[in-house]
């Protein structure tokens, strides 16, 4: 199939996925911005909010209310980029797709140029790249564009292809280049472009064109300290996701922490002449616990953060009922396993402490950071 045989009869031609949080000030201009540029093209505009608190979603009901071309995705219940644009993308039929940030640091003006390449197929994917000639990262500072470059090398570890810009957040392609790789998506974090380029099974043909990224001048960037970590994943997955879930993978890494707490504790403890060993052995447990919770809570359900006391009273609860039990059937397993299969001591040792871990995991994730 190719992407400009599947005009339909509702004409649309270009869907403009954009994706929202807290954009009050910018998702009129966005709107009448990409209206401008795209004036003689059949395109929608779509965007996905998520449940932003700022009353975006009434300018977005506004909008769609006045213009035919102008729909909205409201989700509840979840964060994140990644999956914003990519549900975004999915509820169009529309042979070409562009993503592209609400906040007009991306230059919509290319948009056309970006359309034209797919029409000609010249190209499956066209990126918006700050790093081509004639394009740049405007007025970012030294740190940032230190930490996106070298983000920018890493990434060549998933997707081989020569890219300038694949942390770009803004480009274009063709549907069938979208569902060879939906399926395979990470949907960690941000970077939904390079999830794409690595997910898909055959290499997809990229261009690049150039443009300047603006400066913000109303809202705030949504990206934190917590991207690092996002990113990170993101790589871990397309390396060993097929393999060991990159979440599983993240509360295991934090189980780990874990234990170095658990070992102050107690060594602080034990120096500081505590009588009871068992007693001391408890309180590091419950210290160690309560990391966890709380580590996990923030990276490895950060899509599913568990927010306000109650609900982070009733998550901590189930978290440590659910974690005892697994270092109940952690310390049965690895003493069957010594006992009876005459394991030797490390072996049975791991052995529990892997279905513990796999337990608690299973467990948790029904229990206390369940999807509504
Ligand atoms: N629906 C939804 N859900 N939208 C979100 C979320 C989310 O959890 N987080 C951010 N957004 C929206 C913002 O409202 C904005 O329209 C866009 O996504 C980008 O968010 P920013 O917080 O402004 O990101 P940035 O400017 O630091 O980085 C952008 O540009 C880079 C360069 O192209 C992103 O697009 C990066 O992915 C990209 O690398
Ligand atoms: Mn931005």
Known sequence: ???????????????????????????????????????????????VDDDSTDGTRDILAELAMRKGHVRVLHRIGRRG????????????????IAVIDADLQHDERVL??????LRKEEADVVIGSRYVDGGSTGEWEKSRVRVSSTATRLAKLIASTEISDPMSGFFA?????????????????????????????????????????RSRTAGESKLDAMIVWEYLLLLVDKLVGHVVPARFLSFMFIGGLGVFVHMAVLGVMVALGHPRFLWAQAVATGVAMVFNFFVNNTLTYRDR???????VARGLLTFMLVCSVGAIANVGIAGYLYKSFEYVWWAAALAGILMGVVWNYAATSVFTWRTR
């Open 81 to 96: 980029l990644s999956t914003a644009v990519t549900e975004g993308m999915l509820s169009t039929v529309s042979p070409y």
């Open 112 to 117: 056309p140029e970006m359309l034209a390449l």
């Open 173 to 213: 392609i063709t549907r069938p280049a979208l569902y060879s790789a939906v399926r395979d998506l990470s949907g960690q974090g941000y970077k939904v472009l390079l999830d794409l380029i690595a997910s898909a099974p055959r290499p997809l043909r990229i261009k690049e064109v150039p443009y300047t990224f």
């Open 305 to 311: 953060r568990l927010k306000g006391l109650i609900p």
């Open 1 to 47: 199939m190719r992407a400009g045989d599947v005009v339909g009869a509702s004409g649309i031609e270009l869907s403009v996925i954009v994706p929202t949080f807290n954009e009050r000030d910018n998702v009129r201009a966005i709107t009448q911005a990409i209206e401008e540029t795209l004036s003689g093209i059949r395109f929608e505009i779509v965007f």
